[in-house]
């Protein structure tokens, strides 16, 4: 079995996604980048998987992006470069059109491509040892649009110029007070727990609500053109025809924990 590689766990309603690379810190190689929008299809399509948790494996790092020991060989040139962009632009659109909510359990470096990935997130935990960054411009490597754009929908333009430009990682409370994370625990223990916390509560949730407001909050971000407001007022209007809202009046009234089905 390679020693890099993406794992995912579907348990308890959380599909746990896992980059798993100890010896490169969870830097994502190729194979690791063409197996992930076959992982993130499967999510959106296993029912039972109601919110993603993306976490990296170890005690030394969420993700480090990409990995650069490949270079080299596969992406020395433009030429190459757009091979290997289109397997992150995969990724990428494969997230951003997930309608469950994604959850990131972020401990350690968390740069690059990492980053990306966590800012795709919906919540985002880290533990005090956590590292954000965008080190491109000491690679050399161009932080292109796309991924600035990813950026800036967090943390705003002047953030992301300071971050960009500069390549710094930031650490400790610069991480809340720039918008980077939900919230930080003092270490990865609580960082690990606060998260799957989250992710708990989320699956409890109502299936079709989560998906109204996955969809709501992914028009309003559209860049591409105005929000697509019937596309959200129709799965607006499928919460409440649906079993599952009927499921939630009943438990209230009846001061019980509800059920939903998805239904």
Same mark, same amino acid.
């Given at each position: 079995?390679? +020693? %890099? =590689?993406?794992?995912?766990?579907? /348990?308890?309603?959380?599909? #746990?996604?896992?980059?798993?690379?100890?010896?490169?810190?969870?830097?994502?190689?190729?194979?690791? *980048?063409?197996?992930?929008?076959?992982?993130?299809?499967?999510?959106?399509?296993?029912?039972?998987?109601?919110?993603?948790?993306?976490?990296?494996?170890?005690?030394?790092?969420?993700?480090?992006?990409?990995?650069?020991?490949?270079?080299?060989?596969?992406?020395?040139?433009?030429?190459?470069? @757009?091979?290997?962009?289109? *397997?992150?632009?995969?990724? &990428?659109?494969?997230?951003?059109?997930?309608?469950?909510? &994604?959850?990131?359990?972020? #401990?350690? #470096?968390?740069?690059?491509?990492?980053?990306?990935?966590?800012?795709?997130?919906?919540?985002?935990?880290?533990?005090?040892?956590?590292?954000?960054?965008?080190?491109?411009?000491?690679?050399?490597?161009?932080? =292109?649009? +796309?991924?600035?754009?990813?950026?800036?929908?967090?943390?705003?333009?002047?953030?992301? =110029?300071?971050?960009?430009?500069?390549?710094?990682?930031?650490?400790?409370?610069?991480?809340?007070?720039?918008?980077?994370?939900?919230?930080?625990?003092?270490?990865?223990?609580?960082?690990?727990?606060?998260?799957? +916390?989250?992710?708990?509560?989320?699956?409890?949730?109502?299936?079709?609500?989560?998906?109204? @407001?996955?969809?709501?909050? #992914?028009?309003? &971000?559209?860049?591409?053109?105005?929000?697509?407001? %019937?596309?959200?007022?129709?799965?607006?209007? /499928?919460?409440?025809?649906?079993?599952?809202?009927?499921?939630? =009046?009943? /438990?209230?009234?009846?001061?019980?924990?509800?059920?939903?089905?998805?239904?």
């Amino acid at each position: 079995m390679s +020693e %890099a =590689r993406v794992t995912l766990a579907i /348990a308890d309603g959380i599909a #746990h996604l896992t980059f798993d690379h100890p010896r490169r810190m969870n830097a994502i190689t190729a194979s690791m *980048w063409q197996s992930l929008p076959g992982l993130l299809d499967e999510v959106a399509a296993q029912p039972e998987a109601r919110v993603l948790l993306l976490q990296g494996a170890g005690d030394r790092a969420f993700c480090t992006g990409n990995d650069t020991s490949e270079f080299e060989a596969i992406r020395a040139s433009a030429a190459q470069s @757009a091979a290997y962009n289109a *397997w992150q632009r995969a990724v &990428a659109e494969r997230m951003a059109a997930l309608e469950k909510p &994604a959850i990131a359990a972020i #401990h350690g #470096h968390c740069l690059g491509a990492g980053l990306e990935l966590a800012l795709q997130c919906d919540l985002r935990f880290a533990s005090r040892e956590a590292r954000m960054g965008v080190p491109a411009v000491k690679l050399g490597l161009p932080y =292109r649009l +796309e991924d600035i754009v990813k950026l800036v929908d967090v943390v705003g333009l002047a953030t992301a =110029r300071l971050m960009v430009l500069t390549g710094r990682s930031f650490a400790g409370e610069a991480l809340e007070r720039l918008g980077l994370v939900t919230q930080m625990l003092p270490d990865q223990a609580a960082m690990q727990k606060a998260a799957l +916390e989250a992710a708990r509560e989320v699956a409890g949730a109502a299936p079709l609500s989560l998906r109204a @407001a996955k969809v709501a909050f #992914h028009e309003l &971000a559209r860049r591409d053109g105005p929000p697509d407001l %019937a596309r959200a007022q129709l799965l607006a209007d /499928a919460c409440y025809d649906s079993a599952d809202y009927a499921e939630g =009046r009943a /438990a209230r009234a009846e001061r019980r924990a509800p059920r939903f089905k998805g239904e």
